[in-house]
């Protein structure tokens, strides 16, 4: 079963920037939509970015737009999330996941795997 694997994360200051990577071994990542989520203690689940399996439109939630960006390097099979200007309100733990169906829909949880994450803090 295709298990992504999250990587990445760590302590950084505010303003500070991290790039995340999501990886998943015997499966070719080009086939799936990937979504970065994030999730905080006491809070909801909160969809950040998305890019499909042919890398069209990318979206991002209106709270990391501008300063987050999403790619995928085929060659590597490897999905990143690349995060400027970080802020404190951007702690979370950070999961990608791989949804089957190829494009981004807003309901992607029921339908993908996700890994077991990477935690993002931002302090000063």
């Known amino acids: 079963q295709l298990q992504p694997v999250e990587s990445g994360g760590g302590l950084v200051e505010p303003g500070g920037s991290l790039r995340l990577s999501c990886a998943a071994s015997?499966?070719?990542?080009?086939?799936?939509?990937i979504t970065w989520f994030r999730q905080a203690p006491g809070k909801e689940r909160e969809g950040v970015s998305c890019?499909?399996?042919?890398?069209?439109?990318?979206v991002y939630a209106d709270s990391v737009k501008g300063r987050f960006t999403i790619s995928r390097d085929k060659a590597k099979n490897t999905v990143y999330l690349q995060m400027n200007s970080l802020k404190p309100e951007d702690t979370a733990v950070y999961y990608c996941?791989?949804?089957?169906?190829?494009?981004?829909?807003?309901?992607?949880?029921?339908?993908?795997?996700w890994g077991q994450g990477t935690q993002v803090t931002v302090s000063s």
């Open positions: 996941a791989a949804d089957p169906r190829l494009a981004c829909y807003k309901d992607f949880i029921v339908f993908a795997s």
């Open positions: 890019i499909s399996s042919s890398d069209g439109s990318p």
């Open positions: 015997g499966f070719t990542l080009d086939h799936y939509a």
